[in-house]
């Protein structure tokens, strides 16, 4: 199913941890993350921004690799580039498996950068 959506709602991003860098396609999503701070009772709802990518499409330094914080994914959009790091949303880890067999995964990740 992720290779159907891919061919159809697919962006090209680039991937990158340190020096190593991969080009792959991914579909965008977002996930709701709510953050309470329990003495104050106050309760901050916001959206992460999701990359959903094939596991097997993750290959870094010849190996097929799992998300990692502080990696960053390249869209580019027009004339511009923005770069989201990776992290993890609420109690989530930085991703989780996107379908039930784990062969796609959901990153969660941060702007940080738009030039």
């Known amino acids: 199913m992720i290779a159907s959506l891919k061919s159809i709602e697919?962006?090209?991003?680039?991937?990158?941890?340190?020096?190593?860098?991969?080009?792959?396609?991914?579909?965008v999503g977002d996930t709701r993350i709510e953050l309470a701070?329990?003495?104050a009772g106050t309760t901050v709802i916001?959206?992460?921004r999701d990359y959903i990518v094939q596991a097997s499409d993750l290959v870094l330094g010849g190996s097929t690799t799992e998300p990692q914080i502080g990696d960053q994914i390249d869209?580019?959009?027009g004339s511009a580039t923005?770069?989201?790091?990776v992290m993890s949303a609420?109690?989530?880890?930085?991703?989780r498996p996107s379908?039930?067999?784990g062969k796609s995964w959901r990153i969660h990740t941060k702007l940080i950068d738009d030039q």
């Open 10 to 27: 697919g962006i090209a991003v680039t991937y990158r941890r340190g020096s190593d860098t991969v080009s792959i396609s991914a579909v």
């Open 37 to 39: 701070e329990q003495y």
């Open 46 to 48: 916001g959206r992460v």
């Open 75 to 77: 869209e580019t959009r």
């Open 82 to 85: 923005y770069t989201f790091e």
């Open 90 to 95: 609420g109690a989530d880890a930085p991703y």
């Open 99 to 101: 379908d039930r067999h």
